[in-house]
């Protein structure tokens, strides 16, 4: 079995040992690169190919959506994991607005990480509960706002309301009473709509209207 390859940035040396220990231990997961900053995951980037890198937006020599951004342009298909404290406030919104593939809290629990580098590798995008509890206030209390231009049907607001929650397709099936499947398909349908590809282009895009009214 192929394992997932991971690259690990943290500046907190006994902490990212002890996340490298545990991640060690499942079976399909391997650390293939560990640095304590940056500059030096940019370095080690140049001889070895992982499929996810998890950063800590404390990581020195570098702001951290400056890191994700420099990724994004040099190494387009190397999925990124922010995985740091859970106060940063309107810092999760930045952080998918500079196209991460998940933010994971470090009190979270480490389930959510193992689950988030799974669907990430696959393509996907994990937003934990905690996060989509943070987007949703930024939606409440943004003070530039603008009327939705796309025709959104209930079934869609709620839907969007959801992903914003984190929840998964099936669990999505059970609040609208319907199969994962047609979930998906509104998604979809979701996404033709308001022109986006992914999740994080769609809170982007969503994150500007007037939502007071859903």
């Keep these: 079995m192929t394992k997932i390859k991971l690259a690990i940035a943290d500046d907190h040396a006994e902490f990212r040992r002890a996340i490298v220990s545990k991640i060690q231990l499942k079976y399909d997961l391997e650390v293939i690169l560990e640095t304590e900053s940056s500059a030096e995951l940019f370095e080690q980037l140049r001889v070895k190919t992982p499929d996810i890198t998890l950063i800590d937006i404390q990581t020195p020599v570098g702001n951290s959506l400056e890191v994700i951004d420099r990724i994004r342009q040099h190494y387009p298909d190397l999925k ?8 940063l406030g309107t810092s999760v919104i930045q952080i998918y607005a ?46 530039i706002k603008r009327q ?11 839907i969007i309301k959801g992903i914003f929650d984190g929840l998964t397709s099936m669990e999505l099936g059970h609040i609208i009473h319907k199969s994962h499947r047609t979930v998906e398909k509104y998604i979809a349908d979701i996404y033709r709509k308001t022109r986006v590809n992914n999740k994080i282009q769609l809170i982007k895009v969503v994150t500007e209207w007037d939502m007071r009214d859903w």
């Design 80 to 87: 990124v994991i922010v995985y740091s404290q859970h106060d």
């Design 98 to 143: 500079h196209r991460a593939n998940s933010f994971i809290g470090k009190e979270d629990d480490l389930e959510e990480l193992f689950k988030a580098i799974r669907l990430v590798n696959r393509g996907g995008i994990y937003i934990t509960s905690k996060s989509g509890q943070i987007i949703q206030r930024h939606l409440r209390t943004a003070s």
């Design 148 to 158: 939705c231009l796309f025709k959104i049907t209930e079934i869609e607001k709620k």
